[in-house]
């Protein structure tokens, strides 16, 4: 495969606090390519996907897009960028006064300036995609986590992002609603969503991750395929770290 | 007794006209407020440096200075010194709505500032600019949120406004006092007065929380609180 990577990433650095949390973080991104990100809690890997989308500004290194190096201090270049790639928070972030209809139409009429009609039909579609069809009149908080998380999903699929970060989806969520989250995120995979990811749901990591960035102390300190970072021989950190994770998940008692 | 009964009912029509033009000062004076207090209060979350310091030094100013003071301040003093020839009653809406302004402006802010930060940060990541974010995700659940406050400041500006009456505005209390000076019935006026500044109070709180209803969201806000 020779095509050109769809997102690059160089050099990233930001400082929070005075404090570095992102120190010369590089690496490239394919179309269609599903990256996780992996490592333990302050490793920095929300301020990176928050960079990713400028809402951390980077102190240095640059972002390209298609090639296409973007300037986040001019405002056109940065809201047509912030379309291209989608967003979903750990804690969903709904707009709490509005029912999911218009949490996915928004944006489509007030960013992509579509008349009100068109706006609510794709909004529709993008709900009945997640499988939330009969729930467009709800709002957030007659949700469930798990259905919040999908309509979060939908508004950002509806504006037709290129690449889009998730920044452990399922972490908020109840165990049981975990699944239908990750099905959700599974099959957008499989349509071609180019995918960065925060998570730590292991299954869901080795059958579905292209590549894995370790991440620790804000840096991406290894970097491979499942196979080459979770074989039970390779002495890998990232293997050790998921090893004490899947402990403390069978043993801890929470 | 019957004497005092006489002149009031001669007095009522009066002293309605008198609430007209308070019903007048005080929504103008409201709305006033919103108008000044809606824009300081985003410019006091979101704004640069100085422009918090401005908005914070005018809030200081009209809350640290009584009504009372601000009338004259304005009536005899800046408004004649800039030769602006306005009534009493203009005059009058003019203070209340800029000291309202100041009371309101933190109405809204204590309500932006308790708003989630996510949201915004999910309308930036959609490609919502700052102002589109504070217009369409912000401001409508603040908004929301202010209505108690709100509701509070209009009973607080609606007293205020007898204020009014020193300046010489045909107010309720000014022709109360007519009245009263003329018929020697005190208490039967200012009990008048007292009617109708609380039935005034009670139709415009009433009013508020239907509104306060109409707008709910379910699961947002205070409304099932209670
Ligand atoms: N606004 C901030 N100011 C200062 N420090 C911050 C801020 N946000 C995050 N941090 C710090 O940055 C580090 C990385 O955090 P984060 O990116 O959330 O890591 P992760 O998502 O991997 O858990 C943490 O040590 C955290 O305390
Ligand atoms: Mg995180």
Known sequence: MTESPILEIENLSKALGGK???SGVSFSVRRGEMKVLIGPSGGGKSTLLQCLNFLHLPDAGR?????QAVDPRQRKSLYAYRQKVGMIFQDYNLFDHLNALDNVSLA??????????DAEARARAELARVGLADKERLYPAELSGGQKQRVSIARALAMDPQVMLLDEPTAALDPELIGEVLTVIRELARSGMTMIMATHQMGFVRSMADEILFMQEG???EQGTPEMLLDVECGSRTLDFCTHLAEFESGGGE | MIQAVEVLIQAIPYLLGGAVLTVAAVAGGMLLGLLIGLPMAVAQVYGPRPLVWLVRT????????PILVLLFLF???LFQLFDWNIGALSASTLVLGMTSGA?????FRGAIQSLAKGQFRAASALGLSDAQAVVHIVLPQALRLSLPGWSNEYSILLKDSALAFVLGATEIMARTQFVATRTYQHLALSLAACGIYFILTWVGVRALRLLERRVAVPGFGNQEAR
Do not use: C, H, N, T
Request: proline content about 5%; charged content about 20%.
């Open chain 1, 20 to 22: 570095p949390i992102l």
């Open chain 1, 63 to 67: 972002i390209l897009l298609d090639g």
């Open chain 1, 108 to 117: 489509l009429r007030k960013v992509k300036r579509m008349p009100r009609a």
């Open chain 1, 219 to 221: 840096r991406v300190i």
């Open chain 2, 58 to 65: 005018y809030v200081w100013f009209f809350r640290g200075v």
């Open chain 2, 75 to 77: 009536y005899f003093g």
């Open chain 2, 103 to 107: 009371y309101q402006s933190q109405i």
